[in-house]
């Protein structure tokens, strides 16, 4: 694929673009996007170096028909993974980190941690460095084949709390010194039964805090009323774990009566939201499973903790196609880093038949961010003309074969070049 003039790959360091400007995060959290924005991008492992340019194509053409020559992003390389250790020694250069903040908003493709040489993830060293306290992935359907009938009534957005619960990593392993300390602190000062706490225990540690839970709400919350959405539900297992779960249920509801909420958020169950509204409705956490199969419908947004918000958004990612088709955006106050939700793919890397809609769409969910929003639904209109047309990669196409329905199949930067023409 040809480099398009306006990406700077790096070269022996980060190559800054004359010409372009960073986006600014403004006191109160809000962004000044400049007309030729610096955009960072992290190309990704596995078959990242197939994709990304393809989302770059994608999202240029997008721009550009939607703004003529008045907006350009300046796409600035940046390493992480694979290729930062192969050229700089380090998984994850000072530099990259350095130069996503001051870009305040990025794109990457998949990093693969690999395993059992004791590296840590680069995704969670991102997600600390930037405190992206929540990922959000919009999942809708397009077009694509999917298991579900009538998967138009897939749109639902997952907030997923990306800083707290049982991802802190507090562990401790049976047999070991340490669960059994910490078994004996349970049973002797706190209560705990000893039926509960065999002596062959293991133990995870969920924490879950107030102060993380409400900005995840209140992020969620302005994100429904400002998209003109209706249904959201906050989930969890509340009856079950009500010092955690039960806790971010209520802390959730708290919200909704802060003064910013109090008018817009209708909270009584038997109430409808007039224009203008959003009703929060708790949902224990296996219903919304089923609902989410059964009546996918009845949810615009759903709220969730780190590990339901896992569970839950794979599930609605599965309804639509699978995490090939699903963007995702990590967000905190202000930085985001938008990328594609499935991993590396090592078994087809290098082959060029890797599908690039998760991360273009993700792309396009960087555009809305930015408020680029005609050039966003450029690529959306574009990529539902593709599945109309029934062409893809070979996985989109032997989704429609598998329907009975013949498709053509084409390679990365084809398809890239599909969506383009149609743009
Ligand atoms: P994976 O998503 O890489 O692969 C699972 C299967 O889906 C494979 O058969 C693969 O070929 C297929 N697949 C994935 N993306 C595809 C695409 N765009 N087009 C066509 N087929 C696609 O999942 P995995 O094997 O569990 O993970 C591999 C590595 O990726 C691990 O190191 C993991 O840590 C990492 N990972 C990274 C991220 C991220 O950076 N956000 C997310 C998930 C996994």
Redesign the pocket.
């Known amino acids: 694929m040809q480099k398009p003039e306006n990406v700077y790959v790096w070269e022996n360091g980060v190559r800054e673009p004359s010409g372009g400007e960073f986006i600014e995060l403004r006191e109160d959290r809000t962004l000044r996007v400049p007309d030729r924005p610096i955009i960072p991008f992290i190309e990704?492992d596995?078959?990242g170096p197939e994709?990304t340019p393809a989302m770059i194509l994608v999202v240029n053409s997008a721009v550009e028909k939607a703004y003529g020559e008045s907006r350009k992003i300046l796409w600035v390389e940046l390493l992480a993974g694979d290729k930062a250790e192969e050229k700089t020694g380090e998984r994850l250069p000072q530099e990259t980190l350095d130069f996503l903040r001051k870009a305040v908003v990025g794109i990457k493709g998949?990093?693969?941690?690999p395993v059992g040489k004791g590296v840590r993830s680069i995704?969670s060293a991102l997600r600390r460095a930037f405190d992206f306290y929540s990922a959000v992935r919009p999942v809708y359907w397009m077009g694509q084949p999917t298991p579900i009938p009538q998967p138009e009534r897939v749109d639902v957005v997952v907030f997923r709390e990306n800083t707290d619960d049982v991802y802190v990593g507090a562990e401790f392993f049976p047999g070991t010194g340490e669960a059994l300390r910490v078994r004996e602190f349970l049973l002797k000062e706190m209560g705990a039964k000893e039926e509960g706490f065999p002596e062959d225990v293991g133990i995870t540690v969920k924490p879950m805090s107030e102060f993380k839970t409400k900005r995840h709400v209140r992020k969620a919350l302005r994100y429904a009323l400002e998209t003109g959405r209706r249904n959201v539900a906050v989930i969890g297992k509340g009856n079950i774990m009500k010092a955690t779960e039960g806790a971010f249920i209520n802390w959730a509801f708290e919200v909704a009566q802060e003064e910013e909420f109090r008018d817009r958020v209708v909270t009584d169950p038997e109430a409808e939201p007039s224009e203008g509204q959003v009703k929060l409705t708790k949902v224990i956490t296996d219903q919304m499973l089923m609902q989410l199969v059964l009546r996918p419908d009845a949810w615009d947004v759903v709220i969730a903790q780190n590990l339901n918000g896992d569970y839950v958004s794979d599930l609605a990612a599965a309804l639509i196609g699978g995490?090939?088709f699903v963007p995702s955006g990590n967000i905190g106050d202000g930085y985001a880093l938008f990328?594609?939700?499935?991993?590396?793919?090592?078994?087809?890397a290098g082959k060029g038949?890797?599908?690039?809609l998760?991360i273009t769409l993700s792309g396009a969910m960087m555009l809305e961010y930015l408020g680029w929003k005609e050039a966003a639904q450029k690529i959306y209109t574009a990529v539902r003309k593709t599945f109309e047309d029934r062409v893809g990669?070979p996985?989109v196409a032997s989704g429609f074969e598998r329907m009975g329905v013949s498709a053509k199949a084409v390679s990365t930067y084809e398809y890239a070049q599909e969506i383009v023409n149609r743009i």
């Open positions: 990704g596995g078959i994709i998949p990093l693969g941690t995704n995490p090939g990328e594609s939700t499935h991993g590396t793919a090592w078994d087809i038949i890797a599908n690039p998760s990669t996985d």
